[in-house]
Protein backbone atom coordinates (compact mmCIF):
# COMPACT_ATOMS: atom_id res chain seq x y z
CA UNK A 1 0.00 0.00 0.00
CA UNK A 2 1.53 3.13 -0.80
CA UNK A 3 -0.04 6.66 -0.37
CA UNK A 4 1.66 10.09 -1.40
CA UNK A 5 1.21 13.27 1.22
CA UNK A 6 2.83 14.94 -1.29
CA UNK A 7 1.11 15.99 -4.89
CA UNK A 8 0.56 19.13 -7.12
CA UNK A 9 -1.87 19.75 -9.92
CA UNK A 10 1.00 21.39 -11.87
CA UNK A 11 3.73 20.21 -14.17
CA UNK A 12 1.25 17.67 -15.52
CA UNK A 13 -0.77 18.24 -18.91
CA UNK A 14 -4.24 18.46 -19.07
CA UNK A 15 -6.37 21.88 -19.40
CA UNK A 16 -8.55 21.28 -16.40
CA UNK A 17 -8.47 19.99 -12.57
CA UNK A 18 -9.51 16.53 -13.72
CA UNK A 19 -7.33 16.22 -16.96
CA UNK A 20 -4.37 16.88 -14.66
CA UNK A 21 -5.64 14.46 -11.85
CA UNK A 22 -6.23 11.90 -14.33
CA UNK A 23 -2.90 12.20 -15.54
CA UNK A 24 -1.31 11.95 -12.08
CA UNK A 25 -3.32 8.78 -11.39
CA UNK A 26 -2.50 7.37 -14.49
CA UNK A 27 1.37 7.61 -13.44
CA UNK A 28 0.45 6.24 -10.12
CA UNK A 29 -1.00 3.14 -11.15
CA UNK A 30 2.14 2.26 -13.39
CA UNK A 31 4.15 2.80 -10.29
CA UNK A 32 1.56 1.41 -7.60
CA UNK A 33 0.85 4.02 -5.69
CA UNK A 34 -2.55 3.75 -4.09
CA UNK A 35 -3.37 7.08 -2.52
CA UNK A 36 -2.90 11.01 -3.63
CA UNK A 37 -2.70 13.67 -1.60
CA UNK A 38 -2.97 17.21 -3.74
CA UNK A 39 -2.47 21.00 -3.21
CA UNK A 40 -2.10 23.98 -4.74
CA UNK A 41 -3.52 25.28 -7.76
CA UNK A 42 -2.96 24.74 -11.20
CA UNK A 43 -0.26 27.51 -11.46
CA UNK A 44 0.88 28.28 -8.02
CA UNK A 45 4.06 30.02 -8.65
CA UNK A 46 1.70 33.12 -9.00
CA UNK A 47 2.47 34.38 -5.68
CA UNK A 48 4.42 33.60 -2.61
CA UNK A 49 2.03 35.22 -0.59
CA UNK A 50 -1.28 34.86 -2.15
CA UNK A 51 -4.44 37.08 -1.37
CA UNK A 52 -7.11 35.22 -0.42
CA UNK A 53 -9.08 35.10 -3.84
CA UNK A 54 -5.76 33.54 -5.01
CA UNK A 55 -5.84 30.41 -2.37
CA UNK A 56 -9.13 30.27 -2.53
CA UNK A 57 -9.03 29.51 -6.18
CA UNK A 58 -6.54 26.69 -5.80
CA UNK A 59 -8.08 25.41 -3.31
CA UNK A 60 -11.50 25.15 -5.52
CA UNK A 61 -9.05 23.51 -8.27
CA UNK A 62 -8.05 20.43 -5.58
CA UNK A 63 -11.33 20.44 -4.68
CA UNK A 64 -12.67 20.04 -8.49
CA UNK A 65 -9.72 17.47 -9.07
CA UNK A 66 -10.46 15.16 -6.55
CA UNK A 67 -14.09 15.60 -6.69
CA UNK A 68 -14.39 12.44 -9.27
CA UNK A 69 -12.04 10.52 -7.63
CA UNK A 70 -12.42 10.24 -4.08
CA UNK A 71 -11.45 6.47 -3.40
CA UNK A 72 -8.11 7.56 -4.92
CA UNK A 73 -7.57 11.27 -4.10
CA UNK A 74 -7.54 13.33 -0.77
CA UNK A 75 -6.80 17.29 -0.68
CA UNK A 76 -5.09 19.79 1.84
CA UNK A 77 -6.43 23.90 1.72
CA UNK A 78 -3.64 25.77 0.93
CA UNK A 79 -3.86 29.20 3.60
CA UNK A 80 -1.53 31.89 4.40
CA UNK A 81 -0.88 32.88 7.85
CA UNK A 82 -0.83 36.80 6.60
CA UNK A 83 -4.45 36.60 6.24
CA UNK A 84 -5.07 35.02 9.29
CA UNK A 85 -9.13 36.06 9.56
CA UNK A 86 -9.85 34.63 5.61
CA UNK A 87 -7.62 31.34 6.33
CA UNK A 88 -9.94 30.52 9.30
CA UNK A 89 -12.75 31.24 7.05
CA UNK A 90 -11.37 29.16 4.47
CA UNK A 91 -10.65 25.86 7.01
CA UNK A 92 -14.34 26.40 7.41
CA UNK A 93 -15.04 26.22 4.09
CA UNK A 94 -12.91 23.38 3.20
CA UNK A 95 -12.09 21.20 5.78
CA UNK A 96 -15.40 21.99 8.17
CA UNK A 97 -17.95 22.08 5.39
CA UNK A 98 -16.19 20.42 2.22
CA UNK A 99 -14.02 17.65 1.39
CA UNK A 100 -10.23 18.37 2.04
CA UNK A 101 -9.04 17.03 5.28
CA UNK A 102 -5.73 18.69 6.17
CA UNK A 103 -3.55 22.25 5.09
CA UNK A 104 -0.51 22.74 3.28
CA UNK A 105 1.65 26.13 4.38
CA UNK A 106 4.39 27.50 2.01
CA UNK A 107 6.62 30.19 1.89
CA UNK A 108 4.12 32.89 2.58
CA UNK A 109 4.87 33.17 6.39
CA UNK A 110 7.97 31.76 8.46
CA UNK A 111 5.73 28.90 10.68
CA UNK A 112 6.79 30.58 14.42
CA UNK A 113 4.60 33.66 13.38
CA UNK A 114 1.96 33.55 15.82
CA UNK A 115 -0.88 33.52 13.31
CA UNK A 116 0.36 30.27 13.07
CA UNK A 117 -0.53 28.92 16.14
CA UNK A 118 -4.26 29.71 15.58
CA UNK A 119 -4.61 28.04 12.68
CA UNK A 120 -3.19 25.14 13.71
CA UNK A 121 -4.96 24.85 16.69
CA UNK A 122 -8.68 25.72 14.28
CA UNK A 123 -7.10 22.52 12.04
CA UNK A 124 -6.54 20.37 14.96
CA UNK A 125 -9.91 20.61 16.33
CA UNK A 126 -11.47 19.20 13.32
CA UNK A 127 -8.44 16.45 12.99
CA UNK A 128 -7.14 17.69 9.92
CA UNK A 129 -3.46 17.15 8.71
CA UNK A 130 -0.72 19.51 8.93
CA UNK A 131 1.76 20.03 6.49
CA UNK A 132 4.27 22.91 6.36
CA UNK A 133 6.96 23.34 3.79
CA UNK A 134 10.74 23.76 5.02
CA UNK A 135 13.93 24.17 3.63
CA UNK A 136 17.44 24.89 4.85
CA UNK A 137 18.84 26.41 1.55
CA UNK A 138 22.54 26.85 1.85
CA UNK A 139 21.94 29.87 -0.42
CA UNK A 140 19.39 31.14 1.36
CA UNK A 141 15.76 31.16 2.15
CA UNK A 142 12.96 32.91 1.14
CA UNK A 143 11.33 35.67 3.35
CA UNK A 144 9.12 33.65 4.31
CA UNK A 145 10.53 30.17 4.22
CA UNK A 146 10.62 28.34 7.02
CA UNK A 147 13.01 26.26 8.53
CA UNK A 148 13.17 22.74 10.40
CA UNK A 149 14.15 24.73 13.54
CA UNK A 150 10.85 26.95 12.98
CA UNK A 151 8.98 24.02 12.77
CA UNK A 152 10.40 22.51 15.85
CA UNK A 153 9.43 25.79 18.24
CA UNK A 154 5.98 25.96 16.79
CA UNK A 155 5.89 21.93 17.48
CA UNK A 156 7.41 22.23 21.14
CA UNK A 157 4.70 25.53 21.94
CA UNK A 158 1.77 22.49 20.93
CA UNK A 159 2.90 19.42 21.73
CA UNK A 160 -0.43 17.55 20.99
CA UNK A 161 -0.56 18.41 18.00
CA UNK A 162 1.18 16.45 15.20
CA UNK A 163 3.10 18.38 12.31
CA UNK A 164 4.71 17.44 9.04
CA UNK A 165 7.94 18.65 8.33
CA UNK A 166 7.56 18.77 4.32
CA UNK A 167 10.89 17.92 2.58
CA UNK A 168 12.82 17.26 5.28
CA UNK A 169 14.17 20.77 5.35
CA UNK A 170 15.45 19.83 1.93
CA UNK A 171 19.18 19.69 3.90
CA UNK A 172 18.12 16.97 5.65
CA UNK A 173 21.24 15.94 7.54
CA UNK A 174 20.50 19.23 9.35
CA UNK A 175 16.72 18.91 8.90
CA UNK A 176 16.44 15.33 10.83
CA UNK A 177 18.49 17.12 13.66
CA UNK A 178 16.07 19.98 14.29
CA UNK A 179 13.03 18.19 14.22
CA UNK A 180 14.22 15.12 16.38
CA UNK A 181 13.39 15.71 19.97
CA UNK A 182 9.41 16.82 19.06
CA UNK A 183 7.56 13.33 19.15
CA UNK A 184 5.01 15.28 17.29
CA UNK A 185 6.94 15.90 14.66
CA UNK A 186 7.47 13.42 11.50
CA UNK A 187 8.83 14.56 8.20
CA UNK A 188 8.11 13.97 4.50
CA UNK A 189 10.25 12.84 2.47
CA UNK A 190 9.19 14.39 -1.25
CA UNK A 191 10.32 17.29 -2.76
CA UNK A 192 14.38 16.77 -2.35
CA UNK A 193 16.78 14.71 -4.64
CA UNK A 194 17.35 10.89 -3.80
CA UNK A 195 20.28 11.10 -1.75
CA UNK A 196 21.13 7.98 -0.79
CA UNK A 197 21.60 7.31 3.08
CA UNK A 198 18.19 9.99 4.02
CA UNK A 199 16.15 6.84 5.21
CA UNK A 200 18.76 5.22 7.34
CA UNK A 201 19.88 8.20 8.97
CA UNK A 202 15.79 9.20 9.27
CA UNK A 203 14.93 5.60 10.93
CA UNK A 204 17.52 5.59 12.96
CA UNK A 205 17.27 9.00 14.75
CA UNK A 206 12.92 9.49 14.62
CA UNK A 207 12.00 5.76 13.66
CA UNK A 208 10.07 4.55 11.34
CA UNK A 209 6.84 5.53 12.28
CA UNK A 210 7.67 9.49 12.06
CA UNK A 211 8.88 9.52 8.27
CA UNK A 212 5.66 9.74 5.38
CA UNK A 213 6.55 8.96 1.52
CA UNK A 214 5.71 12.00 -0.49
CA UNK A 215 6.94 12.69 -3.78
CA UNK A 216 6.35 16.40 -4.85
CA UNK A 217 4.89 15.37 -8.75
CA UNK A 218 4.52 16.53 -11.10
CA UNK A 219 7.63 18.58 -10.71
CA UNK A 220 9.33 15.87 -9.77
CA UNK A 221 9.26 12.06 -10.95
CA UNK A 222 7.55 9.03 -8.85
CA UNK A 223 10.49 7.36 -9.35
CA UNK A 224 13.68 9.08 -7.64
CA UNK A 225 11.23 9.74 -4.71
CA UNK A 226 9.94 5.91 -4.27
CA UNK A 227 13.49 5.11 -4.33
CA UNK A 228 14.17 7.32 -1.41
CA UNK A 229 12.28 4.33 0.64
CA UNK A 230 12.39 1.42 -1.75
CA UNK A 231 16.18 1.82 -1.68
CA UNK A 232 17.18 1.89 1.15
CA UNK A 233 18.07 -0.29 3.65
CA UNK A 234 15.89 -0.77 6.51
CA UNK A 235 13.70 -3.28 7.15
CA UNK A 236 10.23 -3.97 4.92
CA UNK A 237 7.81 -3.57 7.71
CA UNK A 238 9.97 0.31 8.12
CA UNK A 239 9.18 0.25 4.38
CA UNK A 240 5.31 -0.40 4.82
CA UNK A 241 5.46 2.18 7.78
CA UNK A 242 6.58 4.91 5.20
CA UNK A 243 5.22 3.94 2.51
CA UNK A 244 1.75 4.34 3.62
CA UNK A 245 0.76 3.25 6.82
CA UNK A 246 1.98 5.78 9.23
CA UNK A 247 -0.22 8.18 6.66
CA UNK A 248 -3.09 6.30 6.96
CA UNK A 249 -2.84 6.62 10.42
CA UNK A 250 -2.76 10.18 10.97
CA UNK A 251 -5.74 10.65 8.51
CA UNK A 252 -7.88 8.31 9.65
CA UNK A 253 -9.72 10.19 12.66
CA UNK A 254 -10.68 12.95 10.07
CA UNK A 255 -11.56 10.54 7.11
CA UNK A 256 -13.94 8.40 9.62
CA UNK A 257 -15.55 12.25 10.51
CA UNK A 258 -15.92 12.78 6.74
CA UNK A 259 -17.05 9.08 6.27
CA UNK A 260 -14.66 8.53 3.76
CA UNK A 261 -13.46 5.25 3.04
CA UNK A 262 -9.82 4.61 4.16
CA UNK B 1 21.42 -2.94 -18.70
CA UNK B 2 24.85 -0.13 -19.34
CA UNK B 3 25.27 2.31 -16.43
CA UNK B 4 27.34 4.90 -17.49
CA UNK B 5 27.16 7.46 -14.42
CA UNK B 6 28.53 5.39 -11.30
CA UNK B 7 31.39 6.76 -9.01
CA UNK B 8 33.92 5.01 -6.58
CA UNK B 9 35.43 5.57 -3.45
CA UNK B 10 33.99 7.98 -0.91
CA UNK B 11 31.99 11.25 -1.35
CA UNK B 12 33.87 13.99 1.05
CA UNK B 13 30.85 15.21 3.11
CA UNK B 14 28.97 11.55 4.00
CA UNK B 15 29.44 7.93 3.85
CA UNK B 16 26.91 6.21 1.24
CA UNK B 17 25.16 3.32 1.97
CA UNK B 18 27.15 1.33 -1.09
CA UNK B 19 30.81 3.33 -1.26
CA UNK B 20 32.91 0.21 -1.02
CA UNK B 21 33.27 -1.52 -4.48
CA UNK B 22 32.26 -5.34 -3.59
CA UNK B 23 28.71 -3.87 -2.21
CA UNK B 24 28.22 -1.71 -4.79
CA UNK B 25 29.26 -4.11 -7.32
CA UNK B 26 26.94 -6.61 -5.89
CA UNK B 27 23.98 -4.25 -5.90
CA UNK B 28 24.35 -3.20 -9.36
CA UNK B 29 24.63 -6.89 -10.43
CA UNK B 30 21.43 -7.69 -9.22
CA UNK B 31 19.54 -5.15 -10.36
CA UNK B 32 20.55 -6.00 -13.94
CA UNK B 33 23.42 -3.45 -14.85
CA UNK B 34 25.82 -5.22 -17.18
CA UNK B 35 28.37 -2.39 -17.20
CA UNK B 36 28.99 0.42 -15.11
CA UNK B 37 31.33 3.07 -16.24
CA UNK B 38 32.71 4.64 -13.15
CA UNK B 39 34.29 7.79 -12.33
CA UNK B 40 36.04 8.41 -8.50
CA UNK B 41 34.33 10.42 -5.71
CA UNK B 42 38.11 11.76 -5.06
CA UNK B 43 38.59 13.30 -8.58
CA UNK B 44 36.48 16.37 -7.65
CA UNK B 45 38.78 17.61 -4.38
CA UNK B 46 42.43 15.72 -4.72
CA UNK B 47 45.25 17.37 -6.96
CA UNK B 48 47.14 14.61 -7.51
CA UNK B 49 45.04 13.61 -10.39
CA UNK B 50 46.99 10.32 -11.59
CA UNK B 51 47.42 9.15 -7.67
CA UNK B 52 43.14 9.26 -8.32
CA UNK B 53 42.80 7.26 -11.95
CA UNK B 54 46.06 5.06 -10.80
CA UNK B 55 43.62 4.14 -7.41
CA UNK B 56 40.69 4.01 -9.66
CA UNK B 57 42.26 1.49 -12.67
CA UNK B 58 43.08 -0.88 -10.04
CA UNK B 59 40.18 -0.93 -8.08
CA UNK B 60 38.10 -1.50 -11.52
CA UNK B 61 40.85 -4.42 -12.43
CA UNK B 62 41.09 -5.85 -9.41
CA UNK B 63 36.67 -6.17 -8.53
CA UNK B 64 34.95 -5.76 -11.37
CA UNK B 65 37.43 -6.72 -14.47
CA UNK B 66 35.31 -6.13 -17.47
CA UNK B 67 32.21 -5.14 -15.40
CA UNK B 68 33.87 -1.15 -14.15
CA UNK B 69 34.96 0.86 -17.07
CA UNK B 70 37.08 3.35 -15.83
CA UNK B 71 36.66 6.82 -16.44
CA UNK B 72 39.75 9.11 -15.50
CA UNK B 73 39.89 12.26 -13.87
CA UNK B 74 42.06 15.05 -16.07
CA UNK B 75 42.20 18.82 -14.28
CA UNK B 76 43.17 21.02 -17.15
CA UNK B 77 44.23 23.70 -14.82
CA UNK B 78 47.26 21.48 -13.12
CA UNK B 79 50.51 21.44 -15.00
CA UNK B 80 51.12 18.62 -17.48
CA UNK B 81 47.67 18.03 -17.55
CA UNK B 82 48.29 16.33 -20.95
CA UNK B 83 50.39 13.94 -19.26
CA UNK B 84 47.27 12.65 -17.38
CA UNK B 85 45.19 12.18 -20.66
CA UNK B 86 48.06 10.01 -22.24
CA UNK B 87 48.11 7.79 -19.32
CA UNK B 88 44.25 7.31 -19.06
CA UNK B 89 44.27 6.22 -22.38
CA UNK B 90 48.20 4.65 -22.73
CA UNK B 91 48.34 3.24 -19.18
CA UNK B 92 44.97 2.55 -18.33
CA UNK B 93 43.12 1.76 -20.95
CA UNK B 94 40.29 4.21 -20.25
CA UNK B 95 37.74 4.98 -22.69
CA UNK B 96 37.27 8.30 -21.81
CA UNK B 97 37.81 10.90 -19.15
CA UNK B 98 35.02 12.53 -16.66
CA UNK B 99 35.54 16.07 -16.29
CA UNK B 100 34.40 18.48 -13.35
CA UNK B 101 34.52 21.54 -14.44
CA UNK B 102 33.09 23.41 -11.70
CA UNK B 103 35.13 21.86 -8.55
CA UNK B 104 37.96 22.14 -10.63
CA UNK B 105 37.43 25.70 -11.52
CA UNK B 106 37.02 26.96 -15.57
CA UNK B 107 34.55 27.40 -17.78
CA UNK B 108 33.58 26.08 -21.18
CA UNK B 109 34.86 29.02 -23.45
CA UNK B 110 38.09 29.02 -21.70
CA UNK B 111 41.10 28.08 -23.82
CA UNK B 112 41.92 25.43 -21.37
CA UNK B 113 39.12 23.59 -22.14
CA UNK B 114 39.47 24.07 -26.12
CA UNK B 115 42.93 22.29 -25.48
CA UNK B 116 41.67 19.38 -23.99
CA UNK B 117 38.61 18.80 -26.13
CA UNK B 118 41.35 19.35 -28.82
CA UNK B 119 43.34 16.28 -26.74
CA UNK B 120 40.22 13.82 -26.20
CA UNK B 121 39.55 14.61 -29.96
CA UNK B 122 42.60 13.31 -30.76
CA UNK B 123 42.60 10.70 -29.12
CA UNK B 124 39.21 9.26 -29.59
CA UNK B 125 38.20 9.18 -25.88
CA UNK B 126 34.70 10.15 -24.49
CA UNK B 127 33.99 12.76 -22.79
CA UNK B 128 31.81 12.99 -19.84
CA UNK B 129 31.00 16.57 -18.39
CA UNK B 130 29.67 16.24 -14.79
CA UNK B 131 27.25 19.56 -14.69
CA UNK B 132 26.84 19.16 -11.07
CA UNK B 133 27.17 16.14 -8.41
CA UNK B 134 24.51 17.59 -5.86
CA UNK B 135 21.78 20.38 -5.25
CA UNK B 136 23.33 23.53 -5.15
CA UNK B 137 21.07 24.26 -2.25
CA UNK B 138 22.57 21.47 0.27
CA UNK B 139 26.40 21.98 -0.25
CA UNK B 140 28.99 22.28 2.67
CA UNK B 141 28.56 25.76 2.90
CA UNK B 142 32.30 26.14 2.68
CA UNK B 143 31.99 24.41 -0.27
CA UNK B 144 29.49 25.58 -2.66
CA UNK B 145 30.21 24.84 -6.13
CA UNK B 146 27.66 26.43 -9.46
CA UNK B 147 26.84 24.18 -11.79
CA UNK B 148 28.39 23.73 -15.37
CA UNK B 149 27.54 26.45 -17.80
CA UNK B 150 27.88 23.87 -20.85
CA UNK B 151 26.52 26.96 -23.45
CA UNK B 152 29.85 27.36 -25.20
CA UNK B 153 29.56 23.57 -26.40
CA UNK B 154 27.10 25.28 -29.17
CA UNK B 155 29.74 26.79 -30.74
CA UNK B 156 32.58 24.79 -29.95
CA UNK B 157 31.31 21.46 -31.03
CA UNK B 158 31.31 21.87 -34.53
CA UNK B 159 34.74 22.24 -34.53
CA UNK B 160 35.36 18.61 -33.34
CA UNK B 161 33.71 16.43 -35.93
CA UNK B 162 32.92 13.14 -33.95
CA UNK B 163 34.00 14.09 -30.25
CA UNK B 164 31.69 12.34 -28.13
CA UNK B 165 30.24 14.24 -25.43
CA UNK B 166 28.11 12.58 -22.31
CA UNK B 167 26.52 15.57 -19.63
CA UNK B 168 25.86 13.67 -16.77
CA UNK B 169 23.60 15.36 -14.28
CA UNK B 170 22.29 17.85 -16.95
CA UNK B 171 18.95 18.40 -15.97
CA UNK B 172 18.20 20.35 -12.84
CA UNK B 173 20.02 23.48 -14.63
CA UNK B 174 19.78 22.63 -18.53
CA UNK B 175 16.89 23.39 -19.61
CA UNK B 176 15.23 23.55 -23.55
CA UNK B 177 15.81 24.65 -25.70
CA UNK B 178 19.59 24.49 -25.23
CA UNK B 179 19.13 20.59 -24.25
CA UNK B 180 17.55 19.97 -27.86
CA UNK B 181 20.24 22.63 -29.56
CA UNK B 182 22.92 21.29 -28.22
CA UNK B 183 21.91 17.66 -29.28
CA UNK B 184 21.79 19.06 -32.74
CA UNK B 185 25.03 21.00 -32.55
CA UNK B 186 27.74 17.68 -32.09
CA UNK B 187 27.41 13.89 -30.61
CA UNK B 188 26.24 15.12 -27.26
CA UNK B 189 24.49 12.35 -24.82
CA UNK B 190 22.33 12.66 -22.04
CA UNK B 191 21.95 10.51 -18.84
CA UNK B 192 19.12 10.83 -16.94
CA UNK B 193 19.97 10.38 -13.17
CA UNK B 194 18.95 14.22 -12.10
CA UNK B 195 16.05 13.90 -14.64
CA UNK B 196 12.94 14.68 -12.82
CA UNK B 197 9.48 15.58 -13.24
CA UNK B 198 6.21 12.76 -13.21
CA UNK B 199 6.65 10.62 -16.70
CA UNK B 200 10.50 12.45 -16.93
CA UNK B 201 11.87 10.75 -19.60
CA UNK B 202 9.23 9.99 -22.04
CA UNK B 203 8.72 13.68 -21.65
CA UNK B 204 12.50 14.14 -22.34
CA UNK B 205 12.90 12.35 -25.50
CA UNK B 206 10.57 14.39 -27.14
CA UNK B 207 13.26 17.21 -26.90
CA UNK B 208 16.49 14.78 -27.51
CA UNK B 209 16.04 11.94 -29.76
CA UNK B 210 16.15 8.85 -27.85
CA UNK B 211 19.14 7.35 -29.44
CA UNK B 212 21.02 10.34 -27.36
CA UNK B 213 20.06 9.32 -23.84
CA UNK B 214 22.03 6.79 -21.80
CA UNK B 215 20.84 5.06 -18.77
CA UNK B 216 23.19 6.89 -15.66
CA UNK B 217 22.32 6.81 -12.11
CA UNK B 218 24.67 8.54 -10.38
CA UNK B 219 25.00 5.48 -8.25
CA UNK B 220 25.71 5.51 -5.49
CA UNK B 221 25.19 9.06 -4.60
CA UNK B 222 21.59 8.67 -4.84
CA UNK B 223 19.88 5.56 -4.66
CA UNK B 224 20.50 3.18 -7.73
CA UNK B 225 16.75 2.89 -7.74
CA UNK B 226 15.76 6.34 -8.77
CA UNK B 227 16.93 6.10 -12.40
CA UNK B 228 15.90 1.87 -12.28
CA UNK B 229 12.04 2.77 -11.91
CA UNK B 230 12.39 6.00 -14.41
CA UNK B 231 12.39 3.33 -16.92
CA UNK B 232 9.32 1.95 -15.72
CA UNK B 233 7.40 5.31 -15.02
CA UNK B 234 7.42 6.30 -18.94
CA UNK B 235 6.00 4.30 -21.05
CA UNK B 236 8.76 3.88 -23.78
CA UNK B 237 8.10 0.81 -25.83
CA UNK B 238 10.56 -2.19 -25.69
CA UNK B 239 12.78 -0.53 -28.98
CA UNK B 240 13.09 2.91 -26.87
CA UNK B 241 13.49 1.40 -23.52
CA UNK B 242 16.34 -0.79 -24.57
CA UNK B 243 18.13 1.67 -26.11
CA UNK B 244 17.95 3.76 -23.60
CA UNK B 245 18.68 1.36 -21.30
CA UNK B 246 21.87 -0.29 -23.14
CA UNK B 247 21.84 0.09 -26.61
CA UNK B 248 22.96 3.47 -27.27
CA UNK B 249 26.27 3.12 -24.65
CA UNK B 250 27.12 0.24 -26.40
CA UNK B 251 27.46 2.08 -29.55
CA UNK B 252 29.95 4.72 -27.92
CA UNK B 253 32.62 2.01 -26.81
ZN1 LIG C 1 5.49 20.65 -3.18
Known sequence: MIWDLHCHLNGVDGRTPEERMSQLLKYADRMGVDRLIV????????????????????????????????????????????YLQ????????????????????????????????????????????????????????????????????????????????????????RGIRAIRDCPNVSIGTGGFDPTAGITEMAVRELGADRIIYGSDIGGRSISSQLAKITGAQVSKESQQQILGANLKKMLLPILREKGIKP | MIDVNVSLFQWPFRRLPHDTTDPLVKKLKN????????????????????????????????????????FGCVNPTLPDWKEDVRRCQEKYQMPGVRLHPNYHGYALDSELFADLVTECHQRNLIVQISLRMEDVRTQHPLVQVPDVDVKPLLELLPKFPGL??????????????????????????????????????????????????????????????SSQLKLKESDLGETIRSAIAAGNAEKLT
Open chain 2, 164 to 225: KIVLLNSQRSLRSPLVTQLAKAGDVYYDFAMLEGIGGVGKFIEDVPYQRVLFGSHFPFFYFE
Open chain 2, 31 to 70: AGVTQAWVGSFEAILHEDADGVNRRLAAECQQKGAGFLIP
Open chain 1, 86 to 173: ESLDEIDRCIKNGPLVGIKLWVAARCDDEAVDTIIERVAELKGVIFQHTWYKVSGNLDGESTPEELARLAKRHPEIPLICGHTGGDWE
Open chain 1, 39 to 82: FLGMSFSRSYDPKPDDFRQQNDEVIQAISHWMDRALGFAYLNPN
